[in-house]
């Protein structure tokens, strides 16, 4: 297909999966040409928008990556592909290290070599580790699993990368995001997703531990389109945003809320506490005094607009992570999800 060589070129890694396909949304209102590229692991073709251009292949691919900056000139990367498991990924470490950082850093390369204007990466509040909260740009990152080392370590790669190569960046760590094209058939991660699911399976919500863990859980149109118009903005470049809901739940309310969005009788299932942060949440006046934005989702419209995209869809039966590389203290409950 021919490219529109007036419009700003953008390449959208992860374009299939839930927060790249609305990104990809985005650009296209703002007229970019878009490219997507997606080894749909996570993510689904048809949340492609007809208007981008889809590359199925994986950003491990280093040939493949090359042939794509050199067939398209990009302006922007906008880097969302990652799999974000993050209390899993202490048993897929080099599953995790491979897709999330070895893949940034592929193209990472790509760009400085086809002087792509600016690079936008999806970091993760996983990279605090236990900070005090609520959690601030201006702390010392200390990641305490795998997911949220890769995450950091790409963070510092782009620094080291605009400081030798001039390639700018923007970063964002989101938090805890729910919405339509999430992938509700995944155990491992969207405590939003997962619950749905199980009412879709009328099977009871499984917490872990007492359902006490605080977490702010943001709507997806509380951070896509700032990810997408943040290259137009000349004060977010070479900057990193925490970007997510100042209001704070707890697990045992989010499935409350949950069943109540889905019409259902709530039903919880306790299960034995795992290794995570028992809280988790962020400041955002970063974010705030460069974006502006306007309004926030509320939890309760966000999770009925959510549920009624989910009803449609139906519950979803996904494989099992086959590939698990360590099985010492993996939690017995994922052990039993695997089985059932």
């Given amino acids: 297909m021919l490219v529109n060589t007036s419009k700003i070129t953008s390449l959208v890694t992860g374009g299939a999966g839930f927060i790249g396909s609305h990104v990809v949304n985005y650009l296209l209102k703002q007229e970019h040409t878009v490219v997507v590229l997606d080894d749909l692991s996570g993510g689904n073709k048809e949340n492609v928008n007809s208007a981008a251009l889809f590359h199925e292949g994986s950003i491990l691919d280093v040939n493949l990556i090359n042939d794509l900056f050199e067939e398209y000139t990009f302006s922007y990367v906008y880097h969302m592909a990652a799999y974000a498991a993050e209390g899993l990924s202490h048993f897929i470490r080099n599953f995790n290290y491979q897709n999330n950082l070895i893949g940034s850093i592929n193209l990472i390369n790509a760009s400085v070599n086809h002087n792509v204007k600016c690079f936008v990466f999806t970091s993760s509040l996983a990279v605090y580790g236990s900070n005090t909260l609520p959690l601030k740009e201006t702390q010392h990152p200390k990641p305490e699993d795998p997911y949220g080392i890769a995450k950091y370590a790409v963070e510092l790669d782009l620094i080291n990368a605009r400081k030798m190569f001039g390639l700018d960046y923007i970063i964002f760590r989101p938090h805890n995001v729910y919405g339509k094209h999430q992938n509700i058939g995944d155990k491992y991660r969207n405590v939003v997703g997962i619950f749905m699911n199980q009412i879709l399976k009328n099977k009871p919500l499984t917490i872990f531990g007492n359902g006490e863990q605080t977490r702010a859980f943001t709507h997806i149109d509380d951070v896509a389109p700032y990810i997408a118009h943040s290259v137009s903005i ?20 989010l499935a409350i809320a949950v069943s109540n969005a889905m019409q259902s009788e709530i039903e919880i299932k306790q299960l034995i506490k795992r290794e995570e942060m028992i809280h988790a949440y962020a400041n955002h006046k970063k974010f705030d005094s460069v974006f502006n934005p306007q309004q926030h989702v509320s939890l309760e419209y966000g999770l009925s607009e959510m549920a009624k995209w989910v009803k449609t869809l139906g519950a979803s039966f996904n494989e099992e992570f086959q590939n698990i590389e360590i099985t010492k203290k993996l939690p017995e409950s994922w052990i039993k999800l695997s089985k059932e």
């Fill in 234 to 253: 000349p004060n977010a470049r070479n900057s990193i945003f925490n970007i997510g809901s100042d209001t704070v739940y707890s697990v045992k309310e």
